[in-house]
Every structure is written in structure tokens, then in C-alpha cells.
């Protein structure tokens, strides 16, 4: 039986002083991501995250994982913490007043449709 020139993208290189990246399938990445496979191929399709473009396959390499990683953080708010004792109660915003002296609002009277006023057909002799 032959053996492929070169390793599948899953499988490690054979020899550790080849330089060769480890490249992770969308499959492999989307199970350390916790999500689909269709998602990580969608978001490299659309070019929102990074990839290696193989043919027409997408592989990743550690640091792209590592950078999808970073981009998908969410960080706490920053609120920095106020005194209690000056705390302002919050008020509400302003009503508008509205005037009694407003301009009275004119009625709309639809209009029939044009097939309705005229005939194209003219009167039967």
C-alpha cells in the first residue's frame, strides 16, 4: 500500500525537525471552539476570521486559532465606581407640553382609481 508524499492536515509531521505548521481542519477547530463546522467555514468565507486557503479547502494554523480566540472576547464594562453618598437620584426626562392652540389637522379623502373614472373600451353600440 502507497503512503501519501505528504500527511493529512490531522495527523502530526512525521520527522520534528520538519518545518512544516500544524494545520487544523474546520472540523477540528470548530470542536475546540464549541461550535459548527459550518460556522467556522462561513466566517472564513466571508473573510471575518483567519485562515489558509488550500485549494478550496481552509485551514488553521495555531496562531489563527489562537487569534479567533482573541477576537471573540468579551471584556467586562468598565464602570468606574461612584461614592454612595453623592449619588444623584435618577430623574425623569422632561414631558413636552403640548399646545391647546394647535393647527387642526385636514381630513385625506382617497380618490377612486382611474380604472373607475374612465373606460378604455368606450360605450358598447
Known amino acids: 500500500m502507497n503512503r501519501p508524499a505528504i500527511p493529512p492536515a490531522s495527523t ?3 520527522h520534528p525537525d520538519a518545518a512544516l505548521p500544524c494545520l487544523y481542519l474546520p472540523e ?3 470542536a475546540v471552539l464549541g ?3 459550518w ?3 462561513d466566517r472564513a468565507r466571508r473573510r471575518l476570521i483567519p485562515f489558509i486557503r488550500v485549494g478550496r479547502a481552509y485551514r488553521f494554523s495555531p496562531d489563527h486559532l ?3 480566540v482573541r477576537m471573540h472576547e468579551e471584556r467586562p464594562a468598565r464602570n468606574p ?3 454612595t453618598a453623592t449619588a444623584v437620584p435618577a430623574r425623569k426626562p422632561a414631558m ?3 399646545t391647546e392652540a394647535a393647527v387642526p389637522t385636514v ?3 382617497a380618490r377612486p382609481p382611474r380604472r373607475m373614472t374612465r373606460s378604455h373600451f368606450g360605450t358598447a353600440a
Open 35 to 37: 461550535c459548527s463546522a
Open 96 to 98: 413636552r407640553e403640548r
Open 107 to 109: 381630513r385625506l379623502k
Open 28 to 30: 477540528e477547530v470548530a
Open 12 to 14: 502530526p509531521a512525521p
Open 66 to 68: 489562537a487569534e479567533i
Open 81 to 83: 465606581q461612584r461614592p
Open 39 to 41: 460556522w467556522v467555514k
